[in-house]
């Protein structure tokens, strides 16, 4: 079965400083892998997605995300927080192959606390 | 553009009651999916419409939730009779037709937050 782990709950960071948001994915096959962040009372906003090629891909807001196939991982940093970063942050996936419908399976979100 | 359009904001109602969730998506995309997230969980897909044809509802609890996009535009989602465990926000979200085939992603419209007393 698909599943997505974000081990922290909450990030906390001062600003300025470099940030990182874990995720670990299990889904077999290669995936497509996404990166959206929830503001309060407001829906998910993309920020970013690995569909193939370069490991690195950069997304809205100074964002980027690693993907690691050997580790299973997709993390996002950002390399100096703002406190306007604060928010949840969700990494989803999805499969591809003649099976995939598109169906995105979320992580359960990690927090992001930037502080001045 | 405009984005997807969600109605009602926020609904509260009593066990065994009824409640419709509207949705319009982005003009032009063909599929729309309907997710709910619960407080503290990421959001799970109740069901995806590809123009007026499901593609998934395989997690919609059918004895209590249904959803129809006629016209293949805009959909609802309902749920009847609703049950504590049914407090949620609930979210749709659109993407270009087929889009999944190659991983372009989901616009999200605000959600509804659905409180069931």
């Known amino acids: ?116 | 553009e405009a984005g997807v359009a969600q109605s009602p904001r926020y609904k509260i109602i009593e066990k065994r009651q009824s409640v419709a969730f509207w949705c319009n998506p982005i003009s032009g995309h063909a599929t729309l999916y309907w997710y709910q997230q619960i407080l503290g969980q990421g959001p799970k897909l109740l069901i995806q419409f590809q123009n007026n044809g499901v593609v998934d509802d395989s997690q919609l609890p059918k004895d209590r939730f249904s959803a129809e996009r006629l016209k293949g535009v805009d959909s609802t989602l309902k749920i009847q009779p609703a049950k504590l465990e049914d407090s949620a926000v609930y979210l749709c979200a659109s993407s270009l037709e087929g889009g999944w085939q190659i991983g372009v992603e989901q616009y999200f419209g605000p959600g509804t937050r659905l409180t069931v007393t």
């Open chain 1, 1 to 116: 079965a698909q599943s997505v782990a974000q081990p922290e709950d909450q990030v906390n960071v001062a600003e300025g400083n470099p940030l990182t948001v874990k995720c670990t994915y299990s889904v077999s096959g290669n995936p497509y892998l996404f990166w959206y962040v929830q503001y309060p009372n407001r829906g998910l906003q993309f920020l970013l997605k690995y569909i193939t090629g370069d490991n690195l891909v950069k997304g809205s807001y100074g964002f980027e995300a690693e993907f690691n196939k050997s580790q299973t991982s997709f993390h996002l940093k950002k390399p100096s927080a703002l406190v306007s970063d604060s928010a949840l942050y969700f990494c989803a996936v999805s499969k591809t192959g003649s099976s995939n419908t598109g169906k995105l399976i979320f992580g359960q979100g990690t927090t992001l606390q930037v502080k001045p």
